[in-house]
């Protein structure tokens, strides 16, 4: 029955544009499930400032969420304290949306960009606070670093005077 139809098509509308028609079909399936079936990539790229600690503990940090992050093409894994994450990017995904999706992911994120940006964090003490701005492009686990800052090493905790003091001097 099927070869039937294939030849009245065929001698219809050609070889060629029967080829075609299953072409055009099977791009129209390539665009359309992912969509369907939920997979979520990025159509642009979206700016993101990451903020916490590298290889600190987490008694002392208290973070929002525990990463393993891979720093370069090098296969070390460290540990990052997340304290902070933010899309700066308008219209996109928000940055706990970013989070949700690459927590099952282990390394949770891959964080590619300038050696020497790269050997920077790397060298980080566990108590200097870093923060980070790259990009996410395709997939939330990879991110281009552009730029990055990493605090003087704090040390202790840090003496906040009491309103009393404040007013009275004493």
Known sequence: MQRGSEASLRAEFGTRS????????VALLILLVPGLVGIRGFPQ??????????????????????????VGSARNT????????????????MG?????????LHP???????QAILDQISAAKPNQYIRIVGYV????????IQTVEISEPIVGPTPTPSLR???LGF
Do not use: C, Y
């Open 45 to 70: 790229q979206i700016q993101l400032r990451i903020e916490g600690f590298l290889d600190a503990d987490p008694a002392q940090v208290r973070p929002w969420a525990n990463l393993e992050v891979n």
């Open 78 to 93: 460290h540990r990052f304290l997340l304290t902070d994450i933010v899309s700066l990017s308008a219209g996109g995904p």
């Open 108 to 114: 949770n994120f891959i964080w590619n960009g300038d």
């Open 165 to 167: 003091k404040e007013i």
């Open 18 to 25: 029967v080829t075609g028609m299953r072409r055009s079909l």
């Open 96 to 104: 706990s949306e970013i989070l949700e999706q690459v927590m099952p």
């Open 137 to 144: 492009a395709f997939s939330p686990q990879r991110l281009l």
